[in-house]
Every structure is written in C-alpha cells, then in structure tokens.
C-alpha cells in the first residue's frame, strides 16, 4: 500500500502538471502574442485614451490592458456564441469576402474577426453616455484581443483545415499542428533563441524595430480612410495574403519545419504583432480622444 504521504506527492505532481498544459491551445496567438500587442498598444496611447482605458478596465486587470488580452480565449467556451469571431475561414481560396466568408457557423453575418472588430469599436463610441446598455468593459477586452487575433495570419485560413489545426506537422522534433506553430510556436523559438527567454526583451525588441527599422512603414500600417468604422477588413485581407505566401507555403500533412522555415517566418510574426500593436493603439485613440490633432495616428520618432 501507499504511504499517504505518497498519494499527496502524486497528486500535487499531477496538479501541476494540468496547471502547466498550456490552455490557450486552441486558437489564438498565445497568451504571449496577446500580451505583446497590448503592450505595445499602451505604448501609443494619448493621456485621454489611457485615462479611458483605465476607467474600463476591471480592477483584477490593474491598470493593466496587456493583463486582460487573453481574457476572450479565457471565456470562449463559456460564452460559445463568441467562439467564431476569433478567426474567419474562406473556402480554399487565397482571398477573403467579407460577404461570402463573414459569418458563423449557422451562416449568421458580421459573426466573425472582422464583425466583432467593428462592433465593439461602434460600442466603444458610447463611452460616456449614460445609456449606453453595453458593458463597455467587455467590449474593451474583446476588442484588444480581436485586433490581435486578425493580424495572426491563420486566423484568416482555409475552412477545410480550421486555419491550419488539423495540419499536423513536427516543431523541430516535436509534434504539433500549423495553427499552434503560428500562435506560439514561433513566438517561443524566437524569444529562447534571439532574446534570452525574457518576454520584456522581446516586446523591447520589437518596439525598438518600430522606431528605427520600420517607422516609415508605420504610416502605412495606419492609413485607414474610414472616419468611423476601423479598417479591420484590410488586415484581414493581408493576413489570408500572409497564410498562402508564408503559412502554408511549403507545408503538407506531417512536414518537419525547422531552421529553413523559422528563419524566414519569424520577420512575419514580429512585424505582424508590430502591426497589431500600433493599430490597436489607433483604434482605441480615435474613440477615446477623437479630438487629438493627429486623427489618433501613434507618433514614432
Ligand atoms: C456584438 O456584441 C454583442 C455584445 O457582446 C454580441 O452579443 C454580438 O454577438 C456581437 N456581434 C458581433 C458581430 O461581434
Ligand atoms: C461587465 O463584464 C465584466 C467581465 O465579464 C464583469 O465582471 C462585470 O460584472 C460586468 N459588469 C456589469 C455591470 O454587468
Ligand atoms: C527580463 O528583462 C528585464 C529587463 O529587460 C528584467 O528587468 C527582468 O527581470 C527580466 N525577467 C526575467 C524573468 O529574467
Ligand atoms: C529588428 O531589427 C534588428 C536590428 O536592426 C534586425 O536584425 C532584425 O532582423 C529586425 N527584426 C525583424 C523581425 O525585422
Ligand atoms: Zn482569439
């Protein structure tokens, strides 16, 4: 028999254990794409707009937004109505229509990453009004979470492989599917191998990156025309772009992607979370200080 001191051992192990499978497995970046995007977002907000954010944030968050990026996955299986707006799936095609791919799974339109990009923007807009029936907190936290969600290119992918989850492939030597490569995967090789397994450094990284490497680009990143509703529907556009070119290029049922594909995949996903970050920020300062001088657009020196 076991010693009852041994029992308790085990079962503490397999605690542990449980506690440490990653459960952001399904779709999204990770917790640390998520946390990126948010970071560099509150980098680029207004004095107006973090004072917003503040106020809407829930107190577990801190004062934080990057604390609550992940709270959407965290939910989705609660709030199983929400589980479509994470991503959109064409129909094996290298283009997305928002008339013909917007919609969930019962053909419901505007359920997907690019309708929920837009209505929780347009809800946003009745901060401070005192009849606003939205809980404007979720709406925040979807929304931050959404922006970062179009932007990962499998979030726009083919139907008939759930944007690359039932394309299994080998991580190095380890298995795994397409879709898990492209939210964590790369993201994790990339900080152990380029930046000491220290997420801050990371984000420092990429930060630094926009301010030398591609701050003539960011302009480009926030040309949105469109006064009101965001330009949710181009970045997603360039994500199912990104997914033929890059994600799926090259890969079939059981491929073993090593050195060859992470060297030229991860500039993609640093600049991607890049992108992310700063139209987050654009978002958030247009409906929050509408009234700033600069249209919202972030500033890079
Ligand atoms: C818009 O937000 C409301 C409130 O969360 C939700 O019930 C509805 O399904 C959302 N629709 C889309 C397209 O995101
Ligand atoms: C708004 O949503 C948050 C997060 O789900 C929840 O904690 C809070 O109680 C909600 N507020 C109201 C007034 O329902
Ligand atoms: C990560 O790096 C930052 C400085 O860039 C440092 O302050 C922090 O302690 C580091 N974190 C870990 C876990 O080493
Ligand atoms: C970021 O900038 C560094 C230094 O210029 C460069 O070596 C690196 O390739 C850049 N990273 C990406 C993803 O472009
Ligand atoms: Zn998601």
Redesign the pocket.
Known sequence: MMRRSHVLLLILISLLFLSISPPWEAEAWGKEGHFMVCKIAEGYLTERTSAAVADLL?ASANGDLAAVCSWADE?RFHYRWSSPLHYINTPGVCTYKYSRDCHNSKGVVDMCVVGAINNYTEQLYSYGDSTSSY?L??SL?FLAHFVGDVHQPLHVGFEADEGGNTIIVHWYRRKTNLHHVWDVSIIETAMRDFYGDNLTTMIDGIKMNITNGWSHDVDHWENCPNKRATCANSYALESIHLSCNYAYKDVEQDSTLGDEYFFSRYPVVEKRIAQAGIRLALILNRIFDGSSSDDGKVLVQ
């Open positions: 829930p939910i809980n907190t979720e936290m």
